[in-house]
């Protein structure tokens, strides 16, 4: 008789070639993020006193909020105007939002020169900074969030009295969110009117706040489409196709007023010749416009797109492609940044700026594991529910 002495693994990294993925640009992400720490940020980007800003904050901070704005707009749609149809897109909008905000959060402790003083603003107010508003604003709402969020994680553990708890007094938190969502997101175009001989008059306008507000609730229904898309693929489950059509029917009307309200901005302030005599930059505002706006009005006008899972995705990921070129317009590429040989050393000046690739991967490795953690606690938790246990 022969015996089998073959030793076999207790545990196997079976994990899909998404996840790998995944886990390899996080890791690369925190590596350079080590070296960013220990070295400085110059070390990895290619920042200066001439350009403070650049693709960071374009990418992590402007495109990484206003990606977040699904969650206030379901939050909203189903606790204050009662729309109980919408529930079943309501836990993954609140997950898809908790996870942006963090995001932004973790980004911007690499961002900043001192990250270490990041709380100092709790301290130190300085109540003419818009900046001050945004970091209180955004401080919290990832609290709201993390409250409404927290049923799924009591009931995934079991734990029903807390999650029971938690719905029995969510209201007031919600109102607060839906407030604390209106004042940041618009705060952020705040942020820019201090820079009117700065930002390109195609993009420079009183009105920012306003435009900045509007277009998130495009963008809030892009995504909360493009979340259903995606996860009712890669999870293999029902896409609530119904309900999306429905998203997508506001969508023409929410960039309509876009529209309206940037081109007759710019009639108004007579600046209508800049959209053909600006070069580069009034050739950066048509596509702009064009994929975010015109192209996604006539798209979802017609019922058969709203109601094909396919051309509600392709409507989606054309909106955020165009909003978020927006948001990478009026915080980078629209600037016009000084020439720093005037005010700073030789030695010092940056006159150009490139994002490097340790910049990208980064910002690359902190989405990565955004995703990763959205796959994760859509698995284990009950983040997605049938209407049946919605309505109930």
Not at 151 to 180: C, D, Q, S, T, Y
Not at 372 to 379: C, E, N, P, S, Y
Request: aromatic share 14%; proline share 5%; glycine share 8%.
């Amino acid at each position: 008789m022969k015996l089998n002495l073959t030793i076999q693994p207790r545990f196997r990294l079976n994990f899909s070639s998404l996840v790998w993925v995944l886990l390899t640009l996080m890791g690369i992400a925190f590596v350079v993020a080590m070296i960013r720490y220990i070295f400085g940020i110059g070390a990895i980007s290619d920042l200066s006193y001439s350009y403070p800003w650049g693709f960071w904050i374009s990418f992590d901070l402007f495109t990484g909020v206003v990606i977040s704005s699904g969650g206030f707009l379901m939050a909203g749609t189903v606790y204050i105007l009662g729309i109980k149809e919408f529930q079943p897109l309501l836990r993954p909008s609140v997950l898809t939002a908790f996870l942006g905000y963090i995001m932004v959060a973790v980004a911007l402790l690499v961002d900043l020169g001192h990250p270490e003083r990041i709380w100092y603003m709790m301290i130190h107010w300085n109540h003419t900074s818009v900046l001050l508003e945004i970091g209180i604003c955004v401080m919290s709402y990832l609290t709201v969030l993390a409250i409404e969020f927290a049923p799924v994680v009591f009931e995934g553990l079991k734990w029903e009295r807390w999650a029971h708890l938690i719905h029995k007094f969510i209201m007031p938190f919600v109102i607060l969110g839906v407030v604390l969502s209106t004042l940041h997101q618009s705060s952020l175009g705040s942020l820019l009117l201090i820079q009117p001989a700065k930002l390109h008059p195609l993009w420079w306008t009183p009105i920012l706040p306003i435009l900045f507000f509007v277009s998130a609730i495009s963008v809030g229904l892009a995504m909360i489409i493009l979340e259903s898309s995606l996860s009712s693929r890669y999870f293999q489950r029902g896409l609530e196709t119904h309900l999306l059509e429905k998203l997508a029917k506001a969508i023409p009307v929410v960039l309509g007023i876009y529209l309206l309200l940037k081109f007759g901005e710019l009639a108004v302030a007579g600046e209508l010749g800049y959209l053909f005599t600006s070069g580069t930059m009034s050739i950066l505002f048509w596509v702009e416009i064009l994929i975010g706006v015109v192209i996604p009005i006539i798209w979802f006008s017609f019922k058969k797109n709203r109601a094909s899972p396919n051309a509600l995705l392709a409507g989606a990921i054309t909106i955020l492609l165009g909003m978020i070129l927006n948001r990478f317009d009026v915080s980078w590429f629209a600037v016009k940044h000084p020439d720093p040989m005037f005010y700073l050393p030789t030695f010092m000046s940056n006159v150009k700026y490139m994002p490097t690739l340790p910049e990208i991967s980064v910002s690359l490795g902190i989405f990565s594991a955004g995703i990763l953690a959205f796959g994760l606690l859509a698995k284990y938790f009950p983040v997605f529910e049938n209407e049946d246990e919605a309505h109930h």
